[in-house]
């Protein structure tokens, strides 16, 4: 099949988080089970390309600059007014850039006739509906990686972009005056995927729904939930090039050396306590101020590191609290390779996301032996099992409540259990041998695809 794969981020070029690994991963996969497939993305920091193949969407041009990245290429769409700024989001005008993206990116698929256009996010959500109004021939699948984030524009973008005002209404894209790309992606996609099964049924839940959840139920005969998988060549503990030892399952004494270097790099004193790090965006989503209120209360020794960046607040009080507490340390950028060092060299790691469509850092620590603390929800209650001390089965530490109380006691009961050798070590190996490959993740989207393409037995 020919594929095209639109999303506003992806490795090697542009990451921000859990998306950028998804479309690598899944064009990765799906390149190499024979399908053809380009990316569609966003050309960041870059002038408008001269010269070569270019779109105009009402006056604003687009460069196309096509490359080849392992078995599929990446069509980079550039314009320097829109898309040549120093950062990739956090612009006023963020709806307006991606709705013209959006835009060329449904001129180029018109223009290349896909079997299928596989949209992401809000970024690429006036797509189906741009293609339904053109009569393009392609099917569309519309993955939603946080239903949060809907590109809610002034109604007038709808006349900049090409989209007919006969579409501005509430069975449409109308969304509280607004017109809403998540709303589109959801209404005009011929499919609607969620990165996991739990969160494709939480979104049609008013506590998670952010106002769509009509709207999904309503359409909720065309979503399914299919869970993320992580690149289990890029996160590999036995090979992986940004460490300073490696390790396996059969051989672990490299993850005691990670871990001791990582204490040194920060100079936490080599002791006998479990190391707890996070790593992620530092967003009211990701549950960072029930962590750091939780510190105070956790029975028994610990060391903890946090990396990542995002709300302002919320970093000035993890810095507060890096620089009054010996036990305690923050680093506020992103890190890759600090990353990896920190899943390596950690013990334990804390994820209390308030909400996680499908989440990749609870997969990627399992695999280099921490293990997770979570909450049970999304892709975290589909991917963390509780721990059972009697059975010995389970590959994590679950908790409910959005509490700080009920994380610190999660997490005091990892801290116990890592005083146990013999019970940490199997649950480290539960951990490790937890199966999280994009092979399952990718067949299933095949087969999505081909249902869709089917011709209709009428
Ligand atoms: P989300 O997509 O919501 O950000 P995920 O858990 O799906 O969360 O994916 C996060 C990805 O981004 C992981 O690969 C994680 O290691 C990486 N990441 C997040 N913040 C940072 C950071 N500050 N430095 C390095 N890597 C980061």
Redesign the pocket.
């Known amino acids: 099949m020919k594929i095209a794969v639109v999303a506003a981020e992806t490795l090697p070029f542009s ?5 950028a ?1 998804y479309v690598y991963s899944l064009s990765n996969a799906l390149s190499a089970s024979g399908h053809e497939v380009d990316v569609m993305t966003p050309d960041y920091g870059a002038s408008t390309a001269s010269g070569g193949e270019s779109y105009t969407v009402n006056g604003m041009t687009f460069g196309v600059t096509s490359q080849k990245t392992g078995g599929w290429s990446a069509l980079k769409l550039s314009n320097s007014d829109l898309f040549g700024r120093k950062d990739m989001y956090g612009y006023d005008d963020d709806d307006r850039r991606f709705a013209y993206f959006a835009a060329a990116a449904a001129e180029i698929a018109s223009a290349r006739s896909y079997d299928i256009v596989h949209c992401n996010d809000w970024q690429s959500g006036f797509i189906p509906l741009l293609l339904k109004q053109k009569g393009d021939a392609s099917h569309s699948v519309y993955t939603i ?2 239903l949060q984030f809907q590109g809610n524009s002034p109604p007038s973008i709808m006349g900049e972009i090409g989209i007919n005002q006969s579409y501005f209404d509430i069975e449409g894209i109308e969304f509280y005056g607004k017109a809403s790309a998540m709303k589109a992606g959801i209404v005009y996609s011929d499919r609607i995927v969620t990165v996991s099964p739990t969160y494709s049924r939480e979104i049609q839940t008013g506590r998670y729904g952010f106002g769509m959840d009509g709207i999904i139920r309503k359409h909720s005969g065309r979503l399914t939930g299919i869970l993320n998988g992580i690149d289990y060549k890029m996160w590999d503990p036995s090979a992986d090039a940004l460490l300073p030892s490696n390790y396996g399952m059969t051989a672990m004494d490299g993850k005691a050396s990670c871990k001791s270097a990582l204490q040194r790099t920060f100079s936490l004193p080599q002791v006998k306590r479990p190391l707890i790090v996070s ?3 530092l967003w009211e989503q990701k549950g960072i101020d029930l962590l750091i209120d939780a510190l105070d209360s956790i029975e028994g020794g610990f060391q903890f590191i946090i ?3 995002g709300d302002k607040e919320l970093m000035n009080k993890i810095q507060e609290r890096a620089s009054t507490d010996i036990n305690v340390r923050a680093v506020l ?4 390779q ?2 990896h060092r920190m899943y390596a060299g950690s013990d334990i790691f804390a994820m209390p996301s308030r909400f996680e469509p ?5 997969m ?1 620590c399992m695999r280099y032996g921490s293990v997770p603390v979570v909450r049970k929800t999304g892709g975290l209650a589909d991917t963390v099992m509780d721990f059972d001390p009697d059975t010995g089965e389970g590959n994590g530490f679950v908790f409910e409540d959005e509490s700080a109380e009920q994380l610190a006691y999660a997490l005091t009961r990892a801290v116990k259990t890592f005083q146990s050798v013999e019970t940490w070590s199997g649950l480290v190996r539960n951990c490790m041998s937890s199966d999280h490959s994009w092979e399952a993740s990718a067949k299933e989207y095949e087969m999505l695809y081909a249902e869709i393409s089917r011709p209709k037995v009428s």
Not at 333 to 336: K, P, W
């Open positions: 990451k921000s988080g859990g998306l690994d990686h946080n790593i992620g965006r990396l990542g960046t950028r992103y890190d890759e600090l990353a499908c989440g990749l850092s609870q990627i």
